[in-house]
T-cell receptor, first 113, second 114 residues
Framework: AQSVTQLGSHVSVSEGALVLLRCNYSSSVPPYLFWYVQYPNQGLQLLLKYTTGATLVKGINGFEAEFKKSETSFHLTKPSAHMSDAAEYFCAVRPAPGDKLIFGTGTRLQVFP | ETGVTQSPTHLIKTRGQQVTLRCSSQSGHNTVSWYQQALGQGPQFIFQYYREEENGRGNFPPRFSGLQFPNYSSELNVNALELDDSALYLC?????????????FGSGTRLTVV
């Protein structure tokens, strides 16, 4: 069965520091991969997605992620954290067209001044 | 274009009762999916509707049911509520049954069962 693993339920960084949120997936076929952000008491907002083509994907708010098939990873990065980045981040996989989204358990990002 | 709208935003029900949650899809989207997000967890897929027909279902019992209307809005109905049904219920709309064009999520309905 397909699954998504997010390493680290909590990540803390200082403002201006690098943000790295880890995501590994299991899928028997090349999947579609997504990162969503959830602010308190809100729904999910799409940060970026990988479908086909270029493996380095740029998203909103300065985030990017790289699809590495050999490592089955899709880690999310941002060069310089901002206080407004504090939120819950979810990695999701859609194993094949028509399939549902499978989410990881989320990583809460805290940003300290 | 309007986004996905869910109502109500908060709801408190008693165990054994029934509840109906509503979702208006983004303009131009014909597919609606429902997810349950328990506290501290990622969203779990409940089911999806495409052109008024259910075309995918997750591991949820039959007391979770839904409808999609000709204007592509949708309802999620839960019968015989249990305490474990307390969660944030998220609706997502997309264009095309496979969601190839991405999903837009609403802000959710927080259901508390007491």
């Amino acid at each position: 069965a397909q699954s998504v693993t997010q390493l680290g339920s909590h990540v803390s960084v200082s403002e201006g520091a690098l943000v790295l949120l880890r995501c590994n997936y299991s899928s028997s076929v090349p999947p579609y991969l997504f990162w969503y952000v959830q602010y308190p008491n809100q729904g999910l907002q799409l940060l970026l997605k990988y479908t086909t083509g270029a493996t380095l994907v740029k998203g909103i708010n300065g985030f990017e992620a790289e699809f590495k098939k050999s490592e089955t990873s899709f880690h999310l990065t941002k060069p310089s954290a901002h206080m407004s980045d504090a939120a819950e981040y979810f990695c999701a996989v859609r194993p094949a067209p028509g399939d549902k989204l499978i989410f990881g358990t989320g990583t809460r990002l805290q940003v300290f001044p | 274009e309007t986004g996905v709208t869910q109502s109500p935003t908060h709801l408190i029900k008693t165990r054994g009762q029934q509840v109906t949650l509503r979702c208006s899809s983004q303009s131009g989207h014909n597919t609606v999916s429902w997810y349950q997000q328990a506290l501290g967890q990622g969203p779990q897929f409940i089911f999806q509707y495409y052109r008024e027909e259910e075309n995918g279902r997750g591991n949820f019992p039959p007391r979770f049911s839904g409808l999609q209307f000709p204007n592509y809005s949708s309802e999620l109905n839960v019968n015989a509520l249990e305490l474990d049904d307390s969660a944030l219920y998220l609706c997502a709309s997309s264009l095309g049954g496979g969601g190839d064009y991405g999903y837009t999520f609403g802000s959710g309905t927080r259901l508390t069962v007491v």
